[in-house]
């Protein structure tokens, strides 16, 4: 079982640069998150996705995007990169809502210089 | 609003002793709450979870946590800590449809 998968694992872009940032599960799960993680501050949300097209605002999501393409993909669009967002990126999933618990990926290490 | 306090950004206990981890969290209903473990370069991983009930919740590797409504606390223990449980430790509560993480803590352990 591949659970969920983001890609790519690693990154370093330039500041004003754009890319994206994929991510799909296979449990068939409805709901999906993007978390950024920086030291001292645990993981904050960015958006999430309820379920199949919708997305919502999470705690940070000042410049980013995202686009829940289908059930099983929740992508993460950087419009112009800055060195604020410089994080480890994860995704998660969840079967519905956060009550149970999400499974996570194992992250992206993007650096922005 | 609700948030998820660790107030212990590191710790450090000698293989084979006893470790407890300090959560508290802030919230205006019952709290579904979570005890996740990442390990180094790795994604987070479910360690045990509380909804309701037994306020004592049994988990993986030979953790277990506390609910302690009047003290707003869930207190990860192990009775015996193995080398191979450095790593970083998060609380997490569960509100509406996501959930809010604390600072984390990590866990580093002497030979």
């Known amino acids: 079982n591949a659970g969920v998968t983001q890609t790519p694992k690693f990154q370093v872009l330039k500041t004003g640069q754009s890319m994206t940032l994929q991510c799909a599960q296979d449990m068939n799960h409805n709901s999906m998150y993007w978390y950024r993680q920086d030291p001292g501050m645990g993981l904050r949300l960015i958006y999430y996705?309820?379920?199949?097209?919708?997305?919502d605002k999470g705690e940070v999501p000042n410049g980013y995007n995202v686009s829940r393409l289908n059930k099983r993909e929740f992508s993460l669009r950087l419009e112009s990169a800055a060195p604020s967002q410089t994080s480890v990126y994860f995704c998660a999933s969840s079967k519905t809502g956060a009550s149970g618990g999400y499974t996570f990926g194992s992250g992206t290490r993007l650096t922005v210089v | 609003a609700q948030s998820v306090t660790q107030p212990d950004i590191h710790i450090t206990v000698s293989e084979g002793a006893s470790l407890e981890l300090r959560c508290n969290y802030s919230y205006g209903a019952t709290p579904y709450l979570f005890w996740y473990v990442q390990s180094p370069g790795q994604g987070l991983q479910l360690l045990l979870k509380?909804?309701?009930?037994?306020?004592l919740v049994q988990g993986i590797k030979g953790f277990e946590a506390e609910f302690k409504r009047s003290q707003s606390s869930f207190n990860l223990r192990k009775p015996s800590v193995h080398w191979s449980d450095a790593a970083e430790y998060f609380c997490a509560l569960n509100a509406g449809n996501m959930l809010t993480f604390g600072g984390g803590t990590r866990l580093m352990v002497k030979p």
């Open positions: 996705s309820a379920s199949e097209g919708t997305t």
């Open positions: 509380y909804f309701s009930g037994d306020t």
